[in-house]
């Protein structure tokens, strides 16, 4: 009963604790109008980083994914890379050719002002 009741205080405390930076935090939505399935990834970072491509997230055609935007992940130097892949293009390169190469269908680049001024929507359509 001891270990039960000493359980219930640990669990609790850990659900009421918060997550540090979450009022800091925007929610970028990723609008996929491009008639295709697509593989999505961002970055922060000064210049563009390099990506690897266990990190990417598949969004399906006409859906709409949301992504956690920290404004501390921002400096002066520092952008917010997103990454888009096609479906088909992984069909035809294969993953380790498109990380090898840095093949990607559309790169966007966006400084926090950016992402501010256009509500933090992204609306991708395949061009």
């Not at 293009?89 to 992402?115: A, H, R, S």
Request: proline share 4%; net charge negative.
């Amino acid at each position: 009963m001891k270990a039960l009741k000493i359980l219930l205080v640990f669990s609790l405390a850990f659900v009421l604790q918060g997550c540090p930076g979450d009022e800091d935090a925007s929610t970028l939505l990723f609008y996929n109008y491009s008639g295709q399935r697509v593989y999505v990834k961002y970055d922060f970072g000064e210049t563009v980083p390099p990506f690897s491509t266990p990190f990417f997230r598949l969004v399906q055609i006409d859906e709409i994914v949301d992504n956690n935007v920290y404004v501390e992940n921002f400096g002066p130097d520092i952008k917010f890379y997103f990454f888009v892949v096609k479906e088909s293009t992984v069909e035809e390169f294969g993953w380790e050719q498109i990380e090898e190469q840095q093949l990607v269908d559309k790169q966007y680049e966006f400084t926090l002002e950016e992402l501010r001024e256009m509500d933090f929507k992204l609306k991708y359509y395949g061009d």
